[in-house]
C-alpha cells in the first residue's frame, strides 16, 4: 500500500508560496488539449517545447537528500494549428521502476550515499534519474543526466524507449546534460567526465542524427565537477572550478557525491580550450577562484579573442542552497551574477572578467541560432529581490554590447522556470516559460515576445497539473 503523499498546505506553511510547487510528486497526464487563458496561440508556432526536471522529491514519506536527486519528468507541448496539447510523462529509468515496485527508495545517488551493510553499499550504483536536460533528435528525444548514458523518448507520445549508447557509449560512460549544437553544420557537441584510476574529460562529436562520430580525451589534474562548457566559434572551452571531490567516500559509499565534495579556491579556475576540429588541447591556464553550472553562450571577435557569458558564484555553497530547496525554505546565502569573461585562447591569457548585472540571476540562454557565434541577446531567469528563500520571479533580456536590459517580473508568488528561446518563420521569435502561481497552485505556459518582455505573455495556457521547477528544456521546429 504505498504511503499518503504529504499535504500541501502543511508542508508550504511558513515557507514561500513557490514551496507549493514541490509539495507533492507531479501527477502524470497524457496529451491534453490546453485551455488558452490569455491571448491566442500564434498560428506560425509550430513545434514542440520539451522541459525537464525532477518530478518527485519523496517517496513512502522520504524526501531524497538533494535537488538533483529527484525522478526526471518531462513536460512537452506540442504546438499545431492554432491550439496546443500539454502531456508529462516521468522517465521510466530501471531505477524508477525498481523503486515502484519496492515502494522505497532503493538507490544512492548525487546527495544521497548507499544504505545497508558494508558489502552491499560497495557494489551499489547511483540511479540514473535521467531528471537534468532534453535534447530532440530528428527521430527521437534524449533524457539528460551527466554520468551514464542518456534515454531514449518517443518525440510525440513520451514512452520511455530505454538507455541509447548513441552509436558507441559504453553502459555507465557518461553523456553530460549541456550539449551545444551548431545549427549552421550539424554538428554536435558534448562531454562526459571520468573520474577513477584516471581523471580526464572525454569529448564527443556527433553528427546531427545523434551518432557518435568522433572523440577526444582531455587530462583533469584534479577530481572536479564539470556540469557544463562552451562552444566558442573554433573552440571547446571548459572551466574547471577549484570544487574537488574526495573519491574514498564515495567508493567507501560512505558519503554521497555532494557531501564528498570541497572548495579549496587555492587551486583557481583552470580554463582548458579545445580545438573543436580535432577535439585536441590548445591552451590550458589557471585564473581566479570562482564556480559556475552554467555558460550562457561564447563567441571569437575578429581580433581572434574569445568572449564568454557565465553566471559566477563566489563559492560552492550554491552546492548547499539547492540541497535545502528540497526543504522548501533554503537558508544559504548564494551570490549568483552575470560574468563575462574574455580571453586570449590561443595563448592562454584572461583578459578580463566583468559582472555585467547586479542581479541574482541563473539559466542564461541565446537563441538557438547563436551558440558559438556572436549573441545581440541573453536571456536568464533572476529574483527581482535578493531574498535567500526565494525562487526567481522574473525573466530578463541582456543586450551585452550596449548593457540594455528588457525585463518582466511575474505578480506576486508567480515563478518562472528557464526561457526557451523560439524562433519564428517570420522573424517573430518568442520566449516559452512555464510559470507556477502558488496562489492557485496553477502552471501555465506563457508565450512572451523575445523582442518586448516587459509587453508581458502575448499567450497564458493552463497547464492541467502543477509543474514543478526543472533545469533545462529545448524546442522542436515541425
Ligand atoms: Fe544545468
Known sequence: MPAPTRDRNAFSQGKPLWSRAIATPTVEFGPTPLTVLVGQVPTDLRGSLYRNGPGRLQRAGETVDHWFDGDGGILAIHFAAGGATGLYRYVQTQGLQAEVAANRYLYPGYGKPASGPFWKRLSAKPKNVANTSVFALPDKLLALWEA????????ETL????????????PRQPYSAHPKWDTQTGDLYNFGVVLGRRNYIQLYRSDATGQIRQQGQLPLSRTSLVHDFVLAGPYLIFLIPPVVLSLLPILLQNKGFSDAM???????????????????EVS??????????????????ADGTVVIDYVRYDNFDTNQWLKEFVTGYPKTPVSARLYRLRIDAAVGKVLSNEPQLDQECEFPIVAPQDVGQYHNSLFYCYKSQPKNEEYFDSIGCLQPDSGRTSQLTFANGCYPIEPTYVPGP??????????????????????????????GPICILALPEIIPFGFHGTWKTK
Open 148 to 155: 551514464d548514458n542518456p534515454h531514449a523518448l518517443d518525440l
Open 159 to 170: 514512452e520511455t524507449l530505454g538507455l541509447d549508447d548513441l552509436g558507441i557509449l559504453q
Open 262 to 280: 570541497q572548495w579549496q579556491p587555492q587551486h583557481g579556475t583552470q580554463v582548458i580550450v579545445v580545438d573543436r576540429h580535432t577535439l585536441e
Open 284 to 301: 590550458r591556464f589557471e585564473t581566479d577562484p570562482w564556480f559556475q553550472w552554467h555558460f550562457g553562450n561564447g563567441y571569437q571577435v
Open 426 to 455: 517570420q522573424g517573430t521569435d518568442w520566449i516559452l516559460t512555464v510559470v507556477f502561481d502558488g496562489n492557485q497552485d496553477q502552471s501555465t505556459l506563457q508565450i512572451l515576445p523575445a523582442d518586448n518582455l516587459e509587453a
